[in-house]
């Protein structure tokens, strides 16, 4: 039975234009007979039950080994579960032709798996292309997509993938992931194989971009901070493919469902959860002489702002409004009460 905040998740997330997606004990097994092993075997997975509203980003987290990517290949079938059910808008996919599967998702990995003879706009119109577009209509439809992922397309259009960095190849193959609008996103890791600036950097674009297009997106990755930036739902996988704890990120920092679960989001789970939450979300006292204070947006974190007061050695910090006006008193005491204080909502993203 799904937790109110998770059954909270998929009201707020509901979206006509995106596909619900859902694990029905699946499991995959290596080997054959009464043998066929499942713990401790790297990628296997068991019996794995969850479900993710229309619109969400799932993100899938866990130890090397637990069975995060034999999980999301389950999906388009690139591997094929050994029991179990995922319905994709209810179909289980495994009644579904698999190239007619595979042209409704689109699909993100680490290395980008850009064609190397074809420049940026054919690569991104693949898909549109194969499923027999105009070369008119494949064409707006690259540029459309390259200006959406912030590359000028009469720049990049032309240009081959070894002639773009690693940050813009990623931009590419979101943008090639995206051409036929499929209304389920794959990635795995998508954004490891990049510096931590570029990193962080294609973070937000892309959750600027999921604000716009409301994808159903299950992304793969081993970092516990990027699950949380990233994901409204969050499935922690421990070894041998068994789901741990699903939930949205502040659930399960604020109350992990083992010691298994708390050991891998870390002794400093309190300071992840102010990165959930934002200056705009306290109830601040009003301020008085605020001449060299810290100013901070309502969109600043709580954990950077924190982090500013400590290294400014300042008794607080002035919160604008979003006219750049001052609205009140910021101060370390008001952060540090915010995780057990009902001022501040349990999801800044609803």
């Not at 993100?108 to 003879?117: A, D």
């Not at 604000?211 to 516990?224: C, N, P, R, S, Y």
Request: proline share 6%; hydrophobic share 45%; glycine share 10%.
């Amino acid at each position: 039975m799904e937790s109110e905040a998770v059954a909270s998740a998929r009201a707020r997330l509901g979206n006509s234009g995106a596909a619900s997606l859902e694990f029905r004990g699946v499991s995959k097994r290596y080997g054959s007979g009464p043998d066929a092993a499942v713990a401790g075997t790297p990628g296997a997975v068991n019996d794995l039950s969850f479900a993710v509203p229309a619109g969400a980003i799932c993100v899938l987290v866990g130890p090397s080994g637990c069975g995060k990517t034999t999980s999301l290949k389950m999906v388009n079938r690139l591997i094929e579960p050994t029991s179990g059910q995922i319905l994709l808008d209810g179909v289980d996919v495994q009644t579904v032709e698999v190239t007619a599967l595979r042209r409704r998702i689109g699909y993100v990995i680490q290395q980008v798996g850009l064609f190397p003879h074809l420049t940026v706009g054919r690569n991104v119109a693949v898909v549109p292309a194969l499923v027999g577009w105009s070369k008119e209509r494949q064409r707006a439809r690259a540029d459309e997509l390259l200006s959406l992922v912030g590359l000028d397309p009469s720049r990049y259009r032309g240009r081959y993938p070894a002639q773009l960095s690693g940050g813009e190849r990623q931009r590419v193959g979101v943008a090639r992931a995206l051409a036929a609008d499929p209304p389920l996103m794959l990635m795995d890791e998508p954004f490891a194989a990049v510096d931590p600036i570029a990193r962080a950097g294609l973070q937000d674009e892309f959750l600027r971009l999921q604000k716009e297009l409301a994808k159903t997106i299950v992304f793969v990755t081993h970092d516990v901070d990027e699950a949380i930036k990233m994901g409204d739902l969050i499935a922690v996988l421990a070894d041998g493919g068994r789901l741990a704890q699903f939930g949205p990120p502040d659930e399960i920092l604020a109350r992990p469902a083992s010691d298994f679960v708390a050991r891998f989001v870390g002794a400093d789970r309190g300071l992840k959860r102010l990165s959930l939450r934002t200056v705009a979300d306290l109830k601040v006292e009003p301020v008085g002489q605020s001449d060299g204070l810290p100013r901070f947006a309502p969109a600043t974190k709580l954990r950077d702002a924190l982090s500013i007061l400590l290294v400014a050695d300042t008794r607080g910090g002035v919160a604008l409004d979003e006219a750049g006006k001052p609205r009140g008193l910021v101060t370390v005491d008001e952060i540090a009460s915010a995780l057990a204080d009902e001022r501040v909502g349990t999801d800044a993203r609803s």
